[in-house]
């Protein structure tokens, strides 16, 4: 899942997105509102939620989240703002906000709203998704393989392993190319070296290996890779 996070005070924005590459999500920053838009522009319907602070440098959370709105998005919009008085609140849910945290906030509180947007907004994600005998559990970002004797043993993988597997079950038996990978998989501006795709590949076979799974992932040389399951 990659969120859109807009916050232009350093030390929060470090420790925000911090939190969330620890739950598993992948995260663009933007620090002043005119980054965010440019973010915007250039791929909107990457983004599965926004976190979105109030006062912004340049354009402010509430403008940005107007054009979002203008553009019949229904990106789900949590705002961060020290605003707390009941009229602006409302200013911020009538502008399309869905949620509003008001700051200070312990993380704990914003994984949790995080959660909540997600069960109001089903077509983000499901709260589970199976494909063949692999299920990710969004309850508790957990993969699972089952075993022949029907038992579900988790799979020990590390967050990018975790996003990757997650990428390829979402999209079973098609090829899906490097650069589609590092698109939706690495954030904005951080381009990793250039076989960083083929390592992580390598890393998630060797995981999927004891559950006999290691060939799911099949290379099509010259175009990508697919993750092969049975009908």
């Not at 916050?7 to 509102?33: S, T």
């Not at 063949?132 to 029907?150: A, M, P, R, V, W």
């Amino acid at each position: 899942m990659r969120i859109l996070l807009v916050e232009d005070e350093n030390d929060l924005g470090n420790a925000i997105k911090r939190a969330l590459i620890q739950h598993n999500y992948i995260v663009d920053w933007a620090q002043d509102g005119e980054e965010a838009n440019d973010l915007i522009e250039i791929g909107l319907n990457l983004y599965t939620i926004g976190i979105f602070d109030w006062l912004l440098p340049k354009i402010s959370g509430i403008d940005l989240i107007k054009k979002i709105r203008q553009q019949n998005s229904f990106l789900p919009i949590l705002m961060l703002t020290a605003k707390d008085r009941e009229e602006d609140k409302v200013i911020g849910l009538d502008a399309g906000a869905d949620d509003y945290l008001v700051k200070p906030f312990g993380m704990a509180e914003l994984l949790a709203r995080l959660r909540a947007l997600q069960r109001r907004f089903p077509t983000i994600n499901p709260q589970k998704l199976t494909v063949g005998k692999i299920t990710l559990d969004y309850s508790n970002y957990t993969i699972y393989f089952q075993e022949e004797t029907g038992d579900n043993k988790p799979l020990s993988l590390t967050n990018k392993e975790f996003q990757l597997l997650e990428y390829f079950m979402k999209h079973p038996n098609q090829i899906i190319t490097r650069d589609q990978i590092l698109s939706q998989l690495w954030e904005w501006g951080n381009e990793p070296m250039s076989n960083v795709v083929a390592a992580q590949i390598r890393l998630l076979r060797r995981k999927l290996e004891p559950s006999g799974m290691e060939n799911c992932i099949e290379t099509v040389y010259g175009l990508g890779y697919r993750f092969l399951v049975n009908n």
